[in-house]
């Protein structure tokens, strides 16, 4: 059985699941790959291919891991942090401080790749608005400095289409997938729920998301994606836990449901202009 949380282990930020040595191996196959065409050829030239497609390969990887290295650095200013402590009193430094990382986790998504995601915490939310309302030229240079581009805030709205909530939905599913990926973890079979999914819960946030296995599970089949070596079918049937405090929504609805993810996600976002 998944663990709905793992507190003993720290989260890491990963850029790709892709490790050095993978890289090294693939290099070195292309590479012996291309010296034996080359030798039967007569043609040694080509092993320029295999040279050049390494520098590439690895200028990038190396490009991502300082921006995301970068990100894993970056703290929001305290007096920022402080307003936001004002606004919504009763959280301790430890909980704001959870609910900055899930902040981070939520721009290092767009590290990895650029796309809209839907944003499943409330918490984690109301920072952004926060950020987005009253800090608005910190925002912009921020997104600059971390992403290389500006990252818009687009609310849903309360009604909306068919073609609208499936969308949702399926920007969702990405944020799954992503986080995830983010953190070296399986999409269908988690030893951990990524945080960004999981920081109403820690942080006991008023009405906030708890996200249980089974909306997940809906999520996959309704899009027909499946994990490698992974049965989603098999596993939408699977009950969820009751929520631990009243107040907060329990996302665990199958896809049955027509609010499910529209009540578990309020805003996305969307990356525009300036990215590299």
């Known amino acids: 059985m998944h663990k709905q949380t793992i507190n003993q282990h720290p989260y890491r930020r990963h850029f790709s699941e892709i490790s050095w040595s993978v890289f090294f191996i693939v290099s070195a196959v292309v590479f012996m790959m291309t010296a034996g065409i080359g030798y039967a050829s007569g043609n040694f030239t080509l092993l320029l291919i295999p040279a050049v497609f390494m520098l590439i390969w690895g200028i990038s990887r190396f490009k991502s891991m300082q921006k995301m290295a970068r990100l894993d650095a970056f703290q929001i200013p305290s007096y920022i942090l ?12 430890a909980q704001i ?16 790749k650029k796309q809209a995601y839907a944003m499943p915490s409330k918490s984690v939310d109301a920072l952004w608005h926060l950020l987005l309302e009253k800090y608005a030229g910190f925002y912009a240079e921020m997104c600059q400095q971390l992403l290389g581009f500006q990252l818009y805030h687009y609310p849903h709205a309360e009604e909306v289409s068919a073609g609208e909530h499936r969308a949702h939905r399926l920007q969702l599913l990405h944020s799954w997938q992503v986080s995830c990926r983010l953190h070296g973890v399986k999409g269908l079979h988690p030893e951990q729920i990524p945080r ?7 942080v006991a946030w008023s009405a906030g998301f708890i996200f249980h296995m089974t909306l997940i599970y809906a999520l996959y089949d309704q899009f027909s994606i499946r994990d490698s070596g992974s049965n989603s079918s098999s596993c939408s049937s699977s009950t969820s836990g009751t929520a631990n405090h009243s107040d907060s929504r329990d996302c665990s609805e199958s896809s049955s449901s027509s609010d499910s993810s529209s009540s578990c996600s309020s805003c996305s976002s969307c990356g525009g202009g300036g990215g590299d």
Do not use: M, T
């Not at 401080?97 to 990895?112: S, V």
């Open 82 to 93: 402080s307003d936001f402590s004002r606004q919504y009193p009763g959280y301790g430094v």
């Open 97 to 112: 401080q959870q609910i900055e990382e899930g902040f981070k986790d939520y721009l290092a998504l767009h590290l990895i």
């Open 196 to 202: 960004l999914f999981q920081v109403d819960q820690n």
